[in-house]
């Protein structure tokens, strides 16, 4: 069964500085997506990015990117010059077919 | 754009209230979910209806009940639900749900408390 751990359940940042999220999964599949959402107070999940796994390039999103690791199964967001409107809980999920299995979240706190 | 809404924004209702929650999605997509989310845990896999065809996840009680009156709308129907029901109900869609683009773009979700 696949799985996604996100080991860091809350993580502080200082504004304009850089943060990296973790994240591993398990999997035996070759073929699936991986994602990065964002659910700040508002309570809405927002797409941060998406990594498909046949794809060895980084994604990247303006002030975030991934570094996907396809064989140690891992994948973590980095986000750079970090705004007070970055403050939420980031989940890693993982997606194939119409299945997708999140990790338990890390809060990211953004320090003024 | 990638709008999925929700209502209503918030619910609350008794245990022996009938109650409907309404998702919409305008993006042509082929595939919509339910999922439940208690506070400070991921969310949680309800219901998937892809293709005009429903999947469900076994531990969901018979008491939530799905219904799809066409590809863009996905109610889900609440009767004689339980305190620990209380939880952010988040509507979902993706444009294949079927191995192809996997994307799923989730509305602000409905906020439900049972009393």
């Known amino acids: 069964a696949q799985t996604v751990t996100q080991s860091q359940p809350e993580m502080s940042v200082q504004e304009a500085e850089t943060v990296t999220l973790s994240c591993t999964y398990d999997t035996s599949e070759s073929d699936y997506y991986l994602f990065w959402y964002k659910q700040p107070p508002s309570r809405q999940m927002i797409l941060v990015i998406r990594q498909e796994a046949y794809k060895q390039q980084n994604a990247t999103e303006n002030r975030f990117s991934v570094n996907f690791q396809k064989a140690a199964k891992s994948f973590s967001l980095k986000i750079s010059d970090s705004q007070l409107g970055d403050a939420a809980m980031y989940f890693c999920?993982?997606?194939?077919?119409?299945?997708?299995?999140f990790g338990k979240g890390t809060r990211l706190h953004i320090l003024p | 754009d990638t709008e999925v809404t929700q209502t209503p924004k918030h619910l609350v209702m008794g245990m022996t209230n009938k109650k409907s929650l309404k998702c919409e999605q305008h993006?042509?997509?082929?595939?919509m979910y339910w999922y439940k989310q208690k506070a400070k845990k991921p969310p949680e896999l309800m219901f998937v209806y892809s293709y005009e065809k429903l999947s469900i996840n076994e531990s969901v009680p018979s008491r939530f009940s799905p219904e799809c009156p066409n590809s863009s709308l996905l109610n889900l129907h609440l009767h004689a639900l339980q305190p620990e029901d209380s939880a952010l109900y988040l509507c979902a869609s993706s444009q294949d749900g079927s191995g192809g683009e996997d994307t799923q773009y989730f509305g602000p979700g409905t906020r439900l408390t049972v009393l």
């Open positions: 999920a993982y997606s194939r077919d119409d299945k997708i299995i």
């Open positions: 993006m042509g997509h082929r595939a």
